[in-house]
């Protein structure tokens, strides 16, 4: 009863059950007590659900992990041989495993989005400190290009266009 509880306990990542197999393929332990001794992963042969374990689980001598679909849901069944010989197994559920990297990548994407915005509001803002003293130093030029010596170019500021515009 205390293995049973301690197997039963283990979890993914907080989700998912806990089972445990004995060397000869039958369940010791199941959350289903129903099937504890009564299913046998090395006898009964399925392509789906969890009785589709046993090949992969007694095909390694080591740990692993393989996948199966039940009831339309991917799982994924991590297992590892312990000293007795038994093997403990640990299935979750695929979405459940993958919800938490979902969540990151939602929000890396709207990070994402607010420094493009940042860098787009930021590149106007220096596009527009740049272009609006050349487009007035442009004029100034284009004037006094037609003769109009009269105008004079805005030098108030002490940047490299405000010497441009004193040159002029």
Not at 98 to 113: A, D, N, T
Not at 135 to 151: C, H, I, N, Q, Y
């Amino acid at each position: 009863e205390t293995i049973q509880n301690q197997v039963l306990e283990q979890r993914v990542r907080g989700n998912g059950q806990g089972y445990l197999v004995d060397a000869s393929g039958f369940c010791m332990v199941h959350p289903d007590s129903e099937k504890i001794m009564q299913l046998n992963l090395r006898k009964e042969s399925a392509s789906e659900g969890f009785l589709s374990l046993g090949k992969p689980l007694f095909a390694s001598s080591g740990g692993g992990y393989t996948s199966f679909s039940e009831q339309k849901e991917n799982f994924l069944a991590f297992f590892r041989p312990l000293f007795t010989g038994w093997r403990l197994v640990l299935t979750v559920s695929e979405s459940q495993l993958l919800q938490p990297l979902r969540i990151m990548g939602i929000k890396l994407l709207l990070v994402g989005l607010l420094l493009m915005a940042a860098l787009f509001i930021f590149v106007f803002f220096i596009n527009r400190g740049v272009l609006r003293p050349l487009e007035a130093l442009l004029k100034v030029a284009l004037r006094a290009g037609e003769g109009d010596l009269t105008v004079r170019a805005d030098t108030s500021k002490k940047d490299e266009i405000a010497r441009v515009s004193n040159a002029i």
